[in-house]
């Protein structure tokens, strides 16, 4: 019998949720008001074209991820308009010690990955995004992005 190594996920990175256009000051400002503490802001181009703000929750390692559309071209500007211009959840992503030998092993095992290639992401990360149709067996439904830390280091 064939023995698989398992594909190694290390913990949830981030949940990231998408404002509309305009209105990612405000939200910022209600999650402060919760006690969310902003870790770093970027507006990052190439595929992405979104102002991204990054909270951490409490004193704990858990962040959320909030993503304002730059252009209506970005993708997600489109998730928005398909949640009929609400905010709502945009991927959750997960940390991985290697994106590139992640990639690799999922794209072996199957998995229907977005990106060609492992690719630069905010925060000097290294991302890759799983499509929410991951899998053959089984229709997943949700946006996953795998994200090594900057650096090279986990």
Known sequence: M?????????????????????QLDAHVAVYEQMGFRV??????????????????VGESENLLQLLEPLTPDSPVAKQIEKNGGRPG????????EDAQATFDQMKAEG??????????????????????KTHAEASLGVLYEIVQEGGGHG
């Open 39 to 56: 870790l770093h802001r970027e507006e990052v181009y190439g595929t992405d074209q979104v102002r991204e703000v990054l909270l951490q």
């Open 111 to 132: 998995f229907q990955i977005i990106d060609a290639a492992p690719r630069p992401g905010s925060r000097g990360t290294t991302v890759f995004f799983l499509h929410p």
């Open 2 to 22: 064939e023995t698989r190594t398992k594909i190694s996920l290390k913990h949830i990175d981030h949940v990231a949720i998408a404002v509309p256009t305009g």
């Open 89 to 96: 959840m945009a991927h959750v992503a997960f940390r991985v």
